[in-house]
């Protein structure tokens, strides 16, 4: 199955001159979703992770079925005082200006293999800033991966883990 057929290009959103490449057509197309999910399990299997991580909000749609398909955890990386008890944050820098990403405080056990997931790597900020909170928690993370990767942006250089995508654009 060709999964491209099921992501959307949307010209000019959010903004003029931007491709966004939407996945809610994949989402809704259950074979094709379930296929997604499926490759990417294969992908991210051989890594062995304890738990899955997954970056707010479209992160979560792909980590959560991913996490429950490999009988694993789910851990919600997530903006700032979205989460309940104590967190740990991270404040990054964005093209113009920072954001900052949470998660709880006890999400993960020192040493766990997590595996960081979202929709889709851009210019690799926020991914990295994630990888960064979690080893900041202790784990240990052995990769991290995305259904769709924007290879021109360059962010799979930004990470210092293996990457894993399963459609690549080139522009």
Same mark, same amino acid.
Do not use: C
């Given at each position: ?22 996945? $809610? !057509? ?5 074979? %094709?979703?379930? @296929?997604?999910? %499926? ?17 707010? $909000? ?8 991913? %996490?429950?398909?490999?009988? *694993? ?13 104590? !967190? ?7 093209? /113009? ?25 851009? @210019?690799?900020? @926020? ?5 960064? *909170? ?8 052995? %990769? ?6 924007? @290879?021109? *942006? ?10 894993? $995508? *399963?459609?690549? /654009?080139?522009?």
């Amino acid at each position: 199955m060709d999964l491209r057929e099921h992501v959307r290009g949307i010209p000019d959103f959010p903004k003029p001159g931007i491709l966004f490449y939407d996945i $809610s !057509t994949l989402l809704r197309h259950g074979p %094709a979703w379930r @296929t997604a999910m %499926a490759r990417l399990a294969a992908l991210i299997a051989p890594y062995r992770p304890d738990l899955l991580a997954g970056i707010e $909000s479209r992160g979560f749609l792909v980590a959560a079925p991913l %996490a429950l398909e490999l009988g *694993l955890g789910f851990v919600m990386l997530r903006k700032p005082r979205k989460l309940p008890g104590l !967190t740990l944050g991270l404040n990054y820098a964005l093209e /113009y200006g920072t954001d900052r990403i949470e998660m709880q405080a006890d999400a993960v056990q020192p040493g766990q293999r997590v595996i960081l997931l979202d929709d889709l790597l851009a @210019t690799g900020g @926020t991914m990295a800033a994630g990888i960064a *909170l979690l080893r900041q928690a202790g784990a240990e993370v052995p %990769a991290a991966a995305a259904l769709i990767e924007l @290879t021109f *942006l360059g962010g799979r250089q930004r990470l210092d883990v293996p990457f894993e $995508s *399963l459609l690549a /654009y080139e522009s």
